[in-house]
């Protein structure tokens, strides 16, 4: 059976408000518990940051800071307009755009927004990996733009895991999920290339370590 163009643009509408009304419903599930958060909120009431979490676990934190005055750069992928509707609801300010495609000027426009004063949430390995490995845009926008970079680990107790790249984690009902902040990163201005490209591999070390604490339950 061919659907006519009217009916497959209600199934869209309808597939995407019921996507977004359940992935608050299950946010609003989790049993959160955070290690060294007091320090990001205290850092939120009088700065704003650049604030880099994995692709793979990112569902939550995206929720996480709705109510924060937030940008974020997604990809012109057909998943990324998923995640581009989801965020213009809980009100970000979203902009189109990848590390790979027209990575310099997604780049700029971030650090445009930094200094008027906007949050920057990034998944520094995506959009297309490779999963755990640290792309410049996080550094670099801290850099350029002299605000803090704080790294998030993200855990969730029971989950799905798609055969994805990411093995992306979709978190069960009620589950508990740890977030655990690192000391913010504060990047020196004059650094040069390979010092610039040493600190990324210090990020991504960092918030790898994140990641395997953030994993453990007790």
């Given at each position: 059976?061919?659907?006519?163009?009217?009916?497959?643009?209600?199934?869209?509408?309808?597939?995407?408000?019921?996507?977004?009304?359940?992935?608050?419903?299950?946010?609003?599930?989790?049993?959160?518990?955070?290690?060294?958060?007091?320090n990001l909120k205290s850092l939120l009431?009088?700065?704003?940051?650049?604030?880099?979490?994995w692709h793979g676990t990112m569902?939550?934190?995206?929720?996480?800071?709705?109510?924060?005055?937030?940008?974020?750069?997604?990809?012109?992928?057909?998943?990324g307009e998923l995640l581009f509707r989801i965020l213009k609801k809980w009100n970000y300010n979203v902009h189109r755009g990848s590390?790979?495609?027209?990575?310099?000027?997604?780049?700029?426009?971030l650090i445009e927004l930094a200094e008027e004063n906007f949050s920057i949430a990034i998944t520094p390995d995506g959009p297309g990996g490779p999963v755990f490995k640290m792309k410049p845009g996080a550094v670099i926008v801290s850099k350029k733009s002299q605000i803090?970079?704080?790294?998030?680990?993200?855990?969730?107790?029971?989950?799905?895991?798609?055969?994805?790249?990411?093995?992306?984690?979709?978190?069960?009902l009620f589950s508990r999920v740890n977030i655990v902040v690192s000391n913010p990163v504060r990047i020196n201005?004059?650094?040069?290339?390979?010092?610039?490209?040493?600190?990324?591999?210090?990020?991504?070390?960092i918030l790898n370590q994140l990641q395997t604490e953030a994993s453990v339950f007790a």
């Open positions: 059976m061919k659907l006519g163009n009217n009916t497959k643009v209600i199934l869209q509408f309808l597939g995407n408000y019921l996507l977004f009304y359940a992935a608050v419903v299950l946010c609003k599930s989790l049993r959160v518990r955070t290690k060294n958060f007091e009431e009088t700065d704003n940051l650049v604030i880099a979490f569902i939550f934190p995206w929720f996480f800071f709705k109510k924060q005055k937030m940008s974020a750069l997604v990809s012109g992928s057909k998943d590390s790979s495609k027209g990575g310099k000027d997604a780049l700029e426009k803090p970079l704080i790294l998030i680990g993200i855990g969730f107790n029971k989950k799905w895991k798609l055969k994805s790249w990411d093995s992306f984690e979709i978190p069960k201005p004059d650094l040069t290339y390979d010092e610039t490209s040493n600190k990324i591999l210090e990020c991504e070390k």
